[in-house]
């Protein structure tokens, strides 16, 4: 039996770190066990601009402990006015490494999004030139389709058009929740990637509904049927490069979770790891963790896989904290729903 795992160490190529106290309380959950991660710009009001992006990693640096070596790598929030030009030099320059679709209304702080995809055209053709990635939240917000079925429909009406238009434009879809999306991502070619989240690989919508509603399991997008989470296991753990860690870990303070409309996101930051591997480890599959958390996605953005080891061990269950305290009101660390029994080590 296997009790100790050895792997590069990961990073998390889709995760919030909001602002302020909030930042100054979670950043220090990533930094523990990750190298880099891409950061989300849906902020009030949003990173839009390279210098928007320079002033909110100098925020994110300050936040962090001293001597943490985690790199924050920056996004830009595209609008229906974002400056090419501006885009261009903050790319060339290393300051930011993609670029954030939301569509207009889709999930939190996304007000500022894409309504119209034409106007966004032109920047989409100079980010293709430049070989600048767009991470996508890939959700219609058309009422008259159905939330479980918002991301098939994004991939048919949205997304596909989108890249045939665009040749060379490298897209992530991100966080992807179905069976659909496995699929398209599985047969997109070498300028197509998917991150999948902790949460989706644990949970489906029953663990949200079922026996009354799980607040803290609600989350955009939403957990889909079983059939759909199983999809996103046999992705994650196979080892095929398209697919990567991207936890899209998200606070709120449990005041924001639970009001009669409740914010959307999961903190999976503190036990990510954990989780992980014991869920490659029920499929069979530790050999093929480092893939999913450390390699694919250094890989897919161009960048070199982390030269520094992470080592779980297996043994006694790991009890890690219910809440993070921060000075807006404690946040809740996501449960599994099951012991944990891999701990990082180092």
Known sequence: MTDTLTLRTPDDWHLHLRDGDMLRAVAPETARHFARAIIMPNLVPPVVTGADAAAYRDRIMAALPEGTGFTPLMTLYLTENTDPDDLARA???????????????ATTNSASGVADFDKVRPVLERMAEIGCPLCVHGEVVDSDVDIFDREAVFI????DPIRRATPGLRVVMEHITTEQGVEYAQAGGDDLGATITTHHLVINRNHILAGGIKPHYYCLPVAKREEHRL???????????????????APHTDANKLLPCGCAGCFTATNTMSILAHVFEEDGALDKLEAFASVNGPNFYGLPVNEGQMTLTKGDVVVYPD???TPDGPVTVFDPGFALHWRVAR
């Open 91 to 105: 790319y060339g320059d290393g300051l930011i490494t993609a670029v954030k679709l939301y569509p207009a209304g």
């Open 156 to 159: 048919e009406r949205v997304l």
């Open 231 to 249: 999809a996103l296991r046999r992705a994650a753990t196979s080892g095929d490069p398209t697919f990567f860690l991207g936890t899209d870990s």
């Open 323 to 325: 809440k993070i305290d």
